[in-house]
């Protein structure tokens, strides 16, 4: 049974930083795309960056390129650095999983996920 896990989420004033974790029980994510989407109230849920765990091939929206990085421990958790975040970052964050060997942009390519941790910067 794949769980992820995510925790790091909190409250930040814009320009700060917040590290966020996704801890996976299950399965050895080595083989797997692991990515983080977020869901803003009243917005579809949007890939932030994803990250192909054995290669190290990584996918970052626009939005978030050069602001965020996503990376691995050797624990099997995989974090997104967030820095200089902005009010518009504000969302419930979620990590997902999928064996896939080509990494996903969309929901509908992850099998597993998180339930998610909320994030607000505000202004």
């Known amino acids: 049974q794949v769980q992820l896990v995510e925790s790091g989420g909190g409250l930040v004033q814009a320009g700060g930083s917040l590290r966020l974790a996704c801890a996976a029980s299950?399965?050895?994510?080595?083989?797997?795309?692991v990515a983080w989407f977020r869901q803003a109230p009243g917005k579809e849920r949007e890939l932030v960056a994803a990250?192909?765990?054995?290669?190290?091939?990584t996918l970052y929206a626009d939005s978030v390129k050069g602001r965020f990085t996503i990376s691995r421990d050797s624990q099997n958790t995989v974090f997104l650095q967030m820095s200089t975040l902005k009010p518009e970052d504000t969302a419930v964050y979620y990590c997902?999983?999928?064996?896939?060997?080509?990494?996903?942009?969309?929901?509908?390519?992850?099998?597993?996920w998180g339930r998610g941790t909320q994030v607000t910067v505000s202004s």
């Open positions: 997902a999983a999928d064996r896939s060997r080509s990494i996903g942009r969309l929901p509908a390519d992850y099998d597993y």
């Open positions: 299950g399965v050895t994510i080595a083989g797997y795309s």
């Open positions: 990250t192909r765990v054995i290669s190290g091939g």
